[in-house]
């Protein structure tokens, strides 16, 4: 009955919501020009200067209130040359990317064999034989888990093989590239050294090297490999978060947040990574407006700065604003795909709120709600603090195939999917600011 009596009292703002993304062509024209007249947006970039200038000129127009770039010192890492070919036993051109925070080689690279494995285990097996050696991770992505849940087993090798192997005397590593489809395009992503242990060289390799490798060393074969990678890390950069509001008409000091990250990888032009979900919470703010739609608190856009690589703009967004109420949070970082519903972060009670209102997407399949213990990394400091959090899901069938290589870009996206994005992101986002009492909480 509850249900039926939410449904009731929010079905034709969600009907005029839903009903305006469909026939609204801003959405896509404003990622257009993020991805295209823009382009990629590393921490320390001037592409993602530019982005948080037009973000910023951009809610001004839409009608947001409070509209500002709060300052964020980002990383600033630079990928320079990057060059890779097998010497032994036959001459290949090897594909990759080094992962980000990696050092470079010394300037005349590196010239060594090539151990694989396919597990820490494996690897202190190995032990010293590693010395002086590269090691390949690899299968890493596992291609019999859905593709979410094999990019988040296989991340860790990404993140913390470099160091696992450098404390056994390895020069480089390579990984397998995290995903499971591959035409030879390889995709980057972040790295951690582990203080006290040696930095040593990273990158990914394409599916179609790695398995070239791996197949030699299969018969038996010594696969040896030049290697030459110039990054560099620069001082840290200035950078910012963007804001803007839709400031509450009863409550506007109790806030629903809603964003995704400005920031993306240097390869590609991150239209969907995360230039899109950057765009569906603008666009979900600016269509409120158009509907005179100001709930009872207020509904804060946020895009988050260097989410890709180090987490900055999420940890200092959480540290200004630690002292105003944050209801609930949502972001957008998984593509632009067809919306699925949300993962939700929270207790039973809240979760079963966050359903009820769900069921106003029925039309657009986006009635789906997960528990989850993940929202999104930009919200891991809010959850931390206990605010209820929310992740838009979309279908992730080919999401990794072009997350964090030189594929994502902005012809991967479809018009309607975008849209119905949009929608559901302001569906949620108005009816969580307008309810009448906020979602419980444990903290």
């Known amino acids: 009955m509850a ?93 990759l990317l080094m992962l980000g925070s990696s050092v470079g080689t010394p300037p005349e690279g590196i010239t060594a064999e090539v151990v694989e494995v396919s597990s820490y285990a494996e690897l202190d097996e190995l032990g010293e034989a590693v010395r002086g050696k590269i090691v390949l991770y690899r299968n890493v992505m596992r291609s019999d888990l859905p593709p979410g849940q094999a990019y988040g087993e296989a991340v860790d090798f990404r993140v913390n093989g470099a160091s696992k192997a450098a404390r056994w005397g390895a020069r480089a590593v390579f990984i397998r ?108 703010a600016r269509l409120l407006v158009k509907l005179k739609l100001r709930p009872r608190r207020t509904i804060r856009v946020v895009l988050f700065t260097n989410e890709e690589n180090g987490l900055k703009g999420a940890f200092e967004y959480a540290e200004r604003h ?55 990394a930009d919200l891991i400091p809010l959850i931390r603090t206990g605010v209820p959090a929310l992740s838009l899901r979309q279908d992730p069938t080919h999401y990794f195939d072009i997350h964090h290589t030189e594929a994502d870009t902005f012809d991967k996206i479809d018009r309607a999917d975008l849209a119905f994005n949009v929608a559901a992101m302001a569906v949620m986002a108005y009816v969580l600011a307008d309810l009448g009492e906020e979602l419980p909480r444990d903290k």
Request: proline share 4%; glycine share 8%; aromatic share 4%.
């Open 177 to 284: 590239s995290v995903t499971t489809r591959s035409l030879n395009t390889p995709h980057t992503g972040n790295l951690r050294y582990e203080e006290g242990v040696e930095k040593i060289p990273a990158a990914a390799l394409s599916i179609e090297s790695a398995d070239l490798i791996h197949r030699l060393l299969l018969r038996g074969q010594k696969v040896v490999v030049r290697l030459k990678l110039s990054a560099e890390t620069l001082p840290d950069a200035k950078s910012a978060n963007v804001i803007g509001e839709l400031r509450g008409r009863e409550l506007p000091d109790e806030i629903v947040l809603i964003g995704g990250h400005i920031d993306s990888w240097d390869v590609g032009t991150g239209a969907s990574d995360d230039g899109a979900g950057c765009v569906i919470a603008m666009e979900a």
């Open 322 to 376: 630690k002292g105003e109420r944050h209801v609930a949070a949502i972001e957008s970082d998984s593509g632009a795909a067809r919306p699925l519903g949300f993962a939700f972060v929270g207790n039973d009670k809240a979760l079963e709120k966050v359903r009820e209102i769900a069921s106003l997407l029925r039309t657009l399949h986006a009635d789906s709600v997960i528990k989850s213990s993940s929202a999104g």
């Open 3 to 95: 249900q039926q009596g939410l449904y009731k009292q929010y079905e034709m703002a969600a009907a005029q919501i839903v009903g305006l993304s469909l026939v609204d062509t801003n959405a896509y024209e404003r990622l257009e020009y993020l991805s295209d007249q823009i382009g990629p947006r590393l921490s320390g970039s001037p592409q993602l200067e530019k982005a948080i200038e037009w973000a910023v000129d951009e809610m001004k127009a839409d009608g947001l209130e409070n509209v500002r770039a709060e300052e964020v010192m980002v990383p600033h890492w630079v990928r320079g040359e990057e060059f890779a070919e097998m010497i032994s036993p036959a001459r290949h051109k090897l594909y």
